[in-house]
Each structure stands twice: as structure tokens, then as C-alpha cells.
């Protein structure tokens, strides 16, 4: 009765693990955060959807379906979590159930692959030694600029996701809480046929993306700030 947490590709189909086609064919029970993306990805797999339960699982009922899916469970049936691309909970639904199947005392078993973030985070040039992942911030100005002025601070590299219709919104208010010269990148379309990765400064993406406005899904990342070392490489082995 195990809940299964599958990675589904950001675009590219070729990144679906045989592993992920195995325990979606072998689940009696799908809760897709878009049942018509998880059909398009069955097809893709020759995956029969015929004896499934393939269930809306999103943020509209996660209250509700929650306790459902955790009853079924409980009740020895396995329940497979897919979001509409990427890792499921990553800034995606599906955390109620988790929580429901641990409280209940079910296996919970993830079926890793896909997830922006951390490709965003491979290939934007920034350090990798340390990140905050802050997903999708907040719509209302006051709740975003309260988040932003928290992380000014810190070092590590800053990971965000956003609407393309956002993007050119939100990086002026990352210039003058950062600061104008902190690096920064935008990559966009991970897998797709139009990945693209914009690496400046955070004074020249603002002004980049006001005069193209990207397209299709978006993770921003911005370089943690940078302090100066008073400690030699000495101090860090434990040495006197």
C-alpha cells in the first residue's frame, strides 16, 4: 500500500525514467494534478489507462481528496502522485496526502526525475555549495517584499519560480532589494525546444526582460551575497 511520488518530465519525454513508466503502469490508482496532461503521458508510455482510477488531485481539492486517497491506502491500495511536469510537492499539490500517509503509518516511496529547480540550479552559473528554494512568492506586494528583505542576507544562491507575466513585475524589486550588480539568472522552457538561459546581473535582466518579456515557465536565481573571508583554508580542516 505504498503512496508512490513520481517525477514526471518538465517537457522533454525522453527524461521519463523506466522506473516512473513501471509504477504508473503497475498503480490502480493516479492522483494527477492535470488527469489530461497524466492521460498524454500514459499514451506517450503505452501505458493502459483501462482498470485505473485516474483522479483530479490539484489545489482546488486537496482538502478534500486527501483523506480519500488516505483511505484508500489504509485500505492496501496504491496511489501514485503525479504533478502536471516535474517532482509532485515541489511548489505543486500534494502535501496533505503525504502528510495523511505518514500519520497513517503508509510507506511513502519517491520515484525521483524531473524537477526545475534543481536544473535551473546545474546550468545557471551561480554557486551550487548552498541554495534556498523559495518557490512561487507571494501576489500581494507587502507578503513578497517581506520575503525578499529575509533573504537579502543570506549567501546561498536564491531559487525562485514565476509567470512569465511576473518576471518583468518582480526583478525591479529584486534590484533594489539585492542590489543592482548581484548576479542573477533566468532560465525558462527547461527540456523544451526553447530552453533558454539569460545569466547578468540583476540590473541588466530587469532591463532584458522589459524589453522581451519571456514566455512559458520561469525560475529566476539570484547569487547569494558574497562576504569577505577573514579565515584561511586552515581554519576550515580544524587547524591552529
Request: hydrophobic share 40%; charged share 25%.
Amino acid at each position: 500500500m505504498p503512496l508512490y511520488i513520481i517525477a514526471t518530465p518538465l517537457g522533454n519525454l525522453s527524461d521519463m525514467s523506466p522506473r516512473a513508466i513501471e509504477t504508473i503502469k503497475a498503480a490502480p490508482v493516479i492522483a494527477a494534478e492535470d488527469t489530461r496532461s497524466a492521460r498524454r503521458l500514459m499514451t506517450a508510455f503505452n501505458i493502459p489507462a483501462d482498470g485505473k482510477q485516474i483522479l483530479s488531485y490539484g489545489e482546488h481539492n486537496e482538502a478534500g481528496m486527501a483523506p480519500k486517497l488516505a483511505d484508500m491506502l489504509t485500505r492496501g491500495i496504491d496511489v501514485a502522485v503525479v504533478s502536471e511536469g516535474g517532482t509532485p510537492l515541489v511548489s505543486d499539490p500534494g502535501y496533505r496526502l503525504l502528510r495523511a500517509a505518514i500519520d497513517a503509518g503508509v510507506s511513502v516511496i519517491p520515484i525521483p526525475g524531473g524537477c526545475a529547480a534543481i536544473a535551473a540550479l546545474s546550468a545557471s552559473g551561480l554557486p551550487v555549495h548552498g541554495f534556498i528554494f523559495r518557490g512561487f512568492l507571494p501576489k500581494k506586494p507587502g507578503a513578497r517584499r517581506r520575503i525578499l528583505d529575509s533573504l537579502k542576507d543570506r549567501e546561498e544562491t536564491l531559487i525562485f519560480y514565476e509567470s512569465p507575466q511576473r518576471v518583468p513585475k518582480v526583478l525591479p524589486e529584486f534590484v533594489e532589494i539585492f542590489g543592482a550588480d548581484r548576479p542573477a539568472c533566468l532560465a525558462r522552457e527547461l527540456t523544451k525546444i526553447h530552453e533558454t538561459f539569460v545569466r547578468m546581473n540583476l540590473s541588466d535582466l530587469a532591463a532584458f526582460v522589459e524589453k522581451q518579456p519571456p514566455r512559458g515557465e520561469c525560475t529566476l536565481l539570484v547569487s547569494g551575497i558574497v562576504r569577505e573571508r577573514y579565515q584561511h583554508d586552515s581554519d576550515e580542516h580544524g587547524e591552529e
